[in-house]
């Protein structure tokens, strides 16, 4: 996995909107794996104004890791509206090329093999966006979930309820199930850039990085990964024991010339 360790979080946003407007320019009709969540906020930001100053999105095919099982796409706390509020609304984006499972499906289960399905008529992913949760989640495979797994329908961990609860109203419950793309699915993926930002995803990253490939976390499934990228900032790769060697090899994040 190549890690690239930056200053503090705006210059890893910055990093991580960089690497994704590469791939946007270099493949106009690049199919993009999305996610949600709060570090990805300030990466959408970085993006739409990439946008305003020409950047297109306007051939690009978008799948989302996971929505909730049970909130309808206009639903404020969708995914849908998360997306459509951060970047789909924002840009040029064809709202026609933009995927999420159906939170609402009457039959979650079918929903999520429909939309493997769809991914895989898509010809897969060329890059996948993913965050982090402190257990160690990618999408929402939360720890324990296999590591060859395909979309399919979760049980949000308490914990993640209780991370995610910041997004929804006092009186609003979040959901306990969700629709997520799979660490198999993840997998297949021709590159994964995880984006990790602050020290409550210090444990976590470390785990991903350097722990042993298992399912109690797993992000760490990223390590089978031929083409994987970690941007972090300071407070995020301070429990990595190898930091001095990352370091080294990406100084503040660059990619070094091998001569
Ligand atoms: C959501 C998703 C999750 C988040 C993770 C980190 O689509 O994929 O795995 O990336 O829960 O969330 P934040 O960034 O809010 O800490």
């Keep these: 996995m190549k890690v690239l360790i930056l200053e503090d979080a705006g210059a890893a946003y910055d990093r991580a909107a960089g690497l994704i407007a590469d791939e946007i320019t270099a493949n106009h009709r ?26 297109s999105l306007s051939g690009i095919t978008s799948f989302n890791l ?4 049970g909130l309808a796409p206009e639903h404020p706390q969708s995914y849908r509206s998360y997306m459509r509020r951060a ?22 289960m079918v929903e999520a093999e429909r939309y493997e399905d769809r991914i895989r008529r898509a010809g897969g992913i060329d890059l996948q966006l993913l965050g982090i949760g402190r257990n160690g989640h990618i999408g929402f495979n939360e720890p ?23 997004f929804f109203g006092p009186d ?3 959901p306990a199930f969700a629709i997520t793309m799979g660490v198999g699915t993840i997998l297949d993926a021709r590159q994964c850039l995880l984006v990790a930002t602050g020290d409550d995803k210090a444990r976590a990253v470390a785990a991903m990085i350097e722990g ?15 083409k994987a990228v970690a941007v972090l900032d300071r407070p995020a790769a301070s429990a990595l024991q190898l930091g001095d060697y990352y370091r080294h090899v990406h100084p503040d994040g660059s990619e070094r010339e091998i001569r």
């Design 144 to 166: 324990t979930s296999s590591l060859g797994s395909r979309t399919r329908v979760k049980t949000l961990t308490r914990q993640t309820r209780e991370a995610n609860s910041r």
């Design 87 to 108: 970047l789909f609304d924002l840009t040029d984006i064809d709202p026609a090329l933009t995927h999420l499972p159906r939170g609402d499906a009457a039959n979650p």
């Design 172 to 174: 609003e419950t979040v």
């Design 212 to 226: 042993p490939v298992s399912a109690v976390c797993p992000a760490s499934a990223l390590q089978m990964h031929p």
């Design 66 to 69: 996971d929505e909730y099982v």
């Design 30 to 55: 690049a199919v993009l794996g999305l996610a949600t969540g709060g570090t990805m906020l300030p990466i959408y930001e970085r993006l739409v104004i990439r946008h305003r100053a020409g950047l």
